[in-house]
T-cell receptor, first 114, second 113 residues
Framework: KAGVTQTPRYLIKTRGQQVTLSCSPI?????VSWYQQTPGQGLQFLFE???????NKGNFPGRFSGRQFSNSRSEMNVSTLELGDSALYLC?????????????FGPGTRLTVL | AQSVTQPDIHITVSEGASLELRCNYS??????LFWYVQSPGQGLQLLLK??????LVQGIKGFEAEFKRSQSSFNLRKPSVHWSDAAEYFC???????????FGTGTRLKVLA
């Protein structure tokens, strides 16, 4: 089975711009979660989707949003980028049958905001 | 608040030596516990997980972890470290109904030849 794929792998944006990141889960997985990883804050939960519904959301401003499509692929969007949004954004998928299902992570998208 | 503590930010061991990475969680409810490893520029790879049952769990790459409820701990161990084990290790916890993992801050392992 192919693993979780994330595109693009690297992005450079400037402050004020917006960005969309994409995640394709493992085939058959219906849950997709997003995490932000920074040296200062570590891994922080952004949101989780299951069957196109957001089931949980972390403590991030409204500039961070996401969605999931009927094929379980997910996108996250960050509007009005700030320097502090520079981070590795990780996507994880799981079967979604239970909230404690094992999450499998993609390689991440490295976002740099200048 | 739910939290995970990994008290050691950096650990250095010699190749062939034993390893123990510490992890403590704060919340009293039944936790679901995980250890992940991250190599530079990579995503996270699952090493092992504990849901219930035997408190000593075996994982990949020769790692094991022991769940101790009385100490709220889930320490990761390996009897003999290899140079390829150099990476960052994350402990994570999940609780029923939350649909998210809470991660510790990670422990960076350096292996001396």
């Amino acid at each position: 089975k192919a693993g979780v794929t994330q595109t693009p792998r690297y992005l450079i944006k400037t402050r004020g711009q917006q960005v969309t990141l994409s995640c394709s889960p493992i085939s058959g997985h219906r849950s997709v979660s997003w995490y932000q990883q920074t040296p200062g804050q570590g891994l922080q939960f952004l949101f989780e989707y299951f069957s196109e519904t957001q089931r949980n959301k972390g403590n991030f401003p409204g500039r961070f949003s996401g969605r999931q499509f009927s094929n379980s692929r997910s996108e996250m969007n960050v509007s009005t980028l700030e320097l502090g949004d520079s981070a590795l954004y990780l996507c994880a998928s799981s079967s979604g049958g239970g909230n404690t299902d094992t999450q499998y992570f993609g390689p991440g998208t490295r976002l740099t905001v200048l | 608040a739910q939290s995970v503590t990994q008290p050691d930010i950096h650990i250095t061991v010699s190749e062939g030596a034993s390893l123990e990475l510490r992890c403590n969680y704060s919340y009293g409810a039944t936790p679901y516990l995980f250890w992940y490893v991250q190599s530079p520029g990579q995503g996270l790879q699952l090493l092992l997980k504990y849901f219930s049952g035997d408190t000593l769990v075996q994982g990949i790459k020769g790692f094991e972890a022991e769940f101790k409820r009385s100490q709220s701990s889930f320490n990761l161990r390996k009897p003999s470290v290899h140079w390829s084990d150099a990476a960052e290790y994350f402990c994570a916890v999940a609780y029923s109904g939350t649909y998210k993992y809470i991660f510790g801050t990670g422990t960076r392992l350096k292996v001396l030849a």
